[in-house]
């Protein structure tokens, strides 16, 4: 199918679904730790920017373009640097983006397993 034959959804499931290809093949795998790099925090303190990280053969990439793609989290740049804005507050907001990342990047392969743990889970969270 050609992109101008898509529907808007459709496309969107098209950018969604290479942006998890992307990630899967290149940056991350099940296991691996994700680093949050915080950039700004509101005024209000409802919601913060973040950027993502992963150290892959020895190597620092960053998976923020990726994870606003997977997510349909908006992208914005602060001080020349990629970042998620990411909304809420009292919780910790990086464990709570890296967890939703791995819940879709993984949740088909745990889908139908009722003693399967969460999908959530397949990935590490830690703070630079």
Known sequence: MTTGTMTK???????????????????????????TVLRSVSSSGMSRTMSLK??????ISDLTYWASKVLDWPLV????????????????????TVYTLASVLFRDKYEGQPDAVDAGYSLSQAWL
């Open 77 to 96: 740049e602060v001080n020349g640097s990629r970042a998620l804005r990411v909304g809420g507050c009292g919780m910790d907001m990086g464990f709570h």
């Open 54 to 59: 992963v150290v892959n053969e020895g190597r």
């Open 9 to 35: 959804k459709e496309q969107k499931q098209q950018e969604v679904q290479e942006a998890k290809e992307q990630l899967l093949k290149w940056f991350v795998k099940e296991g691996d730790t994700v680093y």
